[in-house]
């Protein structure tokens, strides 16, 4: 599968623009963990220090050499990825005493703290971001205006700061433009049994 497996999931490159990190993060993601070296990229497994001999004949050597060859993988798809000078010298830099060519899981926190940074300051500007994301214009489909609030939602949950499904429901209900009115009035009626699905 290894070819086949290449051809169908082709790199998608990061523009080093913080509003297209978690789409693009998730998709590499996904691409770590269908080829085989998303516990190296997530610091889950120890990769061994360059230049260390391995017994491959021992199954701690098969694992350790099986670590080396992911971390390989891992960094070079990284680097590959990322175009703009930033995320480039971010990945660029990740390299450590035992790791001189590279350290994926270094590139990946170091990307994560730049892009997704998990600090109260983050906090309150994707706080502030929710609350002012609105549907001023009723050409615009609601569709995108609504997965851009789930997509803030998504990033509030590992600072502690969940949005509740109906506070997510209150939330566009009371931010559509007023052509949507009669709409509203209409779904503001069943908020008690109204699901984000429905909505």
């Not at 998730?26 to 497994?45: H, P, S």
């Not at 230049?51 to 990284?78: F, P, R, V």
Request: include cysteine; charged fraction near 30%; charge should be negative.
């Amino acid at each position: 599968m290894g070819d086949e497996a290449e051809k169908t999931f082709k790199l998608v490159p990061f523009s080093g623009k913080k509003e297209d990190w978690h789409k693009w993060s998730k998709k590499f993601l996904a691409r770590a963990e269908i080829k085989n070296y998303i516990n190296v990229l997530l610091g889950d497994n120890d990769v061994p220090p360059a230049g260390e001999e391995i017994d491959e004949e021992t199954e701690e050597g098969a694992l350790q050499m099986k670590a080396m060859k992911a971390n390989q993988l891992a960094y070079g798809k990284l680097i590959l990825c990322c175009e703009d000078d930033v995320s480039f010298g971010v990945v660029d830099a990740a390299c450590t005493v035992t790791l001189p060519r590279g350290s994926a899981a270094k590139a990946w926190r170091d990307l994560s703290a730049k892009f997704e940074p998990r600090t109260v300051a983050a906090k309150v500007s994707l706080k502030r971001e929710f609350k002012n994301c609105i549907l001023n214009d009723p050409t615009m489909d609601p569709n995108e205006w609504v997965s851009n609030l789930e997509r803030i939602r998504q990033l509030l949950i590992p600072l502690n700061s969940p949005i509740s499904d109906e506070d997510l429901i209150i939330h566009i209900l009371n931010n559509f433009p007023k052509e949507y009115e009669n709409m509203v009035e209409k779904m503001e009626a069943e908020i008690e049994v109204l699901t984000v699905e429905e909505l």
